[in-house]
């Protein structure tokens, strides 16, 4: 988990979906939701001390990276849904 600040406000952050069974500490990283992290808890944290900005996805991984675009993104949108738009 990491957070950017600026001045007193909550400028960017980040957290990863760890994997703990992963073969690269790099390249090895999952879609949110398939790690341990508890996502949702700590977005719910962030944004209850008034956090309102936007969400980034990145990932790295070569096991996603191997499949085509299309499978990424609908996967990308499943789990966000799951984490972050449901109640």
Do not use: H
Not at 68 to 75: K, V
């Amino acid at each position: 988990v990491w957070w950017q600040f600026s001045g007193r406000n909550a400028a960017g952050g980040g957290w990863l979906s760890v994997i703990l069974s992963r073969e690269d500490i790099l390249t090895d990283r999952g879609v949110m939701g398939e790690g341990c992290v508890d996502l949702k808890g700590i977005d719910d944290m962030v944004m209850g001390v008034g956090f309102e900005g936007m969400r980034e996805v990145e990932i790295f991984s070569r096991k996603w990276w191997g499949r085509g675009p299309d499978e990424l993104m609908d996967e990308i949108l499943r789990t966000y849904g799951e984490i972050y738009l449901s109640k």
